[in-house]
């Protein structure tokens, strides 16, 4: 009924999770339900989207320190005790007692499919209560290994646990399907699985980096750097035909959602900004402000949604992270986006 299952766990002492992992040849086109966190930073095409109005949600998670192993406590006095380092989100198909079960067997390239899963909770049964996260009980994300075709989606309830999305996947390759979702009562997380479509898979290199994306007449610009260990200010400032945009509309319960993804695991990370419409000192436009902090250098895949004029669209960035500045480097912005598509979206 479903496709083959592979779980791994990876326990990785990172701080918040990105990812993105590349592979070329011939795939099967099964759905594996598989965590994976393949190694190696590479540099990667940036792309804008539009679509309609229709989905959003993240997350921002710690790491144990192990103690000091030099500084051992005197006999007869409390050991310290190491905390078990964070597994980044979205790089396991299990966590916490929580599973994610696919229930489609296939997808084709560039066929519609009624894409189902399903949550297993701890107790062996499916869950069908969840908490409302930025206005939806799960988000679905979905973007190919070499960081490309990125689908922000909204899956519907069936009954019996079941939850169904129309889904199109444009091309074949190794894509990555997260999760995002607070069962009622429960805390939040980001699971993850593999979705195999068949064909010639011909990964893309990622681009140089740049400090501008562009979405049809819209031009973001990213101000600001990703310091490994550090938390950064990052701004994004939207502008169509070259005025200032100043009447964003809300999205979600946000004037923008940010995904990061790590380039050679696919760790992931959804941030959301500074302020929210309607709380009296957030405007509506150009600048969006997020706060995001990377657990390593390397390369990182930024994905803007944003809604104008009824339509959201997604602006894509690589960041590559800066020297930290207290160590002697300047902190300056590596993100490149170029080019604009149509992608398919959930309700």
Same mark, same amino acid.
Request: charged letters at 20%.
């Given at each position: 009924m479903n496709g083959a299952m592979r779980v791994g766990a990876y326990a990785l002492g990172l701080v918040v999770v990105f990812g993105g992992a590349l592979g070329t040849g011939r795939m099967a086109g099964s759905v594996a339900s598989t965590a994976e966190a393949t190694r190696? +930073? /590479?540099?990667g095409p940036a792309q804008g989207t539009d679509r309609d109005a229709g989905q959003g949600a993240g997350r921002h998670t710690g790491h144990g320190a192990a103690p000091d192993a030099g500084n051992a406590a005197p006999p007869g006095t409390a050991q310290p005790t190491a905390r078990a380092p964070v597994v980044p989100g979205? %790089?396991?198909?299990?966590?916490?007692g929580y599973s994610l079960l696919p229930e489609t067997d296939e997808v084709k390239a560039g066929e519609r499919t009624d894409f189902r899963f399903s949550v297993i909770g701890p107790d062996g049964h499916p869950v069908d209560e969840f908490a409302v996260q930025h206005d939806k009980k799960l988000h679905f994300i979905v973007v190919r290994r070499d960081l490309t075709g990125f689908q922000h989606l909204h899956p519907v309830q069936k009954g019996g646990g079941i939850w169904s999305v129309p889904l199109e996947l444009p091309s074949a390759g190794e894509y990555r399907a997260f999760a995002d979702f607070a069962p009622e009562g429960g805390r939040a997380m980001t699971l993850g699985m593999d @979705?195999?479509? /068949?064909g010639d898979y011909r990964p893309e290199p990622l681009a140089v980096p740049a400090g501008t994306a562009k979405v049809g007449d819209y031009t973001v610009t990213l101000t600001g750097g990703l310091v490994a260990g550090r938390t950064s200010?990052?701004? @994004?400032?939207? /502008?169509?035909?070259?005025?200032p945009v100043t009447d964003l509309q809300p999205y979600l319960a946000a004037y923008g959602h940010l995904v990061a %993804?790590?380039?050679g695991d696919l760790a992931y990370l959804?941030?959301? +900004?500074?302020g929210a419409p309607g709380d009296g000192r957030t405007a509506p436009g150009p600048d969006?402000?997020?706060? /995001?902090?990377? +657990?390593?250098?390397?390369?990182?895949? @930024?994905?803007?949604d944003f809604q104008h004029a009824g339509t959201v669209r997604t602006a894509v960035f690589t960041a590559v992270t800066a020297p930290d500045p207290e160590a002697g480097g300047a902190t300056t912005p590596a993100e490149d986006a170029h080019g604009s598509h149509e992608h398919g979206h959930g309700p």
């Amino acid at each position: 009924m479903n496709g083959a299952m592979r779980v791994g766990a990876y326990a990785l002492g990172l701080v918040v999770v990105f990812g993105g992992a590349l592979g070329t040849g011939r795939m099967a086109g099964s759905v594996a339900s598989t965590a994976e966190a393949t190694r190696g +930073p /590479a540099q990667g095409p940036a792309q804008g989207t539009d679509r309609d109005a229709g989905q959003g949600a993240g997350r921002h998670t710690g790491h144990g320190a192990a103690p000091d192993a030099g500084n051992a406590a005197p006999p007869g006095t409390a050991q310290p005790t190491a905390r078990a380092p964070v597994v980044p989100g979205g %790089l396991q198909i299990s966590q916490g007692g929580y599973s994610l079960l696919p229930e489609t067997d296939e997808v084709k390239a560039g066929e519609r499919t009624d894409f189902r899963f399903s949550v297993i909770g701890p107790d062996g049964h499916p869950v069908d209560e969840f908490a409302v996260q930025h206005d939806k009980k799960l988000h679905f994300i979905v973007v190919r290994r070499d960081l490309t075709g990125f689908q922000h989606l909204h899956p519907v309830q069936k009954g019996g646990g079941i939850w169904s999305v129309p889904l199109e996947l444009p091309s074949a390759g190794e894509y990555r399907a997260f999760a995002d979702f607070a069962p009622e009562g429960g805390r939040a997380m980001t699971l993850g699985m593999d @979705l195999s479509v /068949a064909g010639d898979y011909r990964p893309e290199p990622l681009a140089v980096p740049a400090g501008t994306a562009k979405v049809g007449d819209y031009t973001v610009t990213l101000t600001g750097g990703l310091v490994a260990g550090r938390t950064s200010m990052l701004t @994004l400032s939207i /502008a169509e035909d070259g005025r200032p945009v100043t009447d964003l509309q809300p999205y979600l319960a946000a004037y923008g959602h940010l995904v990061a %993804l790590r380039d050679g695991d696919l760790a992931y990370l959804h941030v959301h +900004p500074d302020g929210a419409p309607g709380d009296g000192r957030t405007a509506p436009g150009p600048d969006i402000t997020f706060y /995001a902090e990377v +657990p390593s250098s390397g390369t990182y895949r @930024l994905f803007l949604d944003f809604q104008h004029a009824g339509t959201v669209r997604t602006a894509v960035f690589t960041a590559v992270t800066a020297p930290d500045p207290e160590a002697g480097g300047a902190t300056t912005p590596a993100e490149d986006a170029h080019g604009s598509h149509e992608h398919g979206h959930g309700p």
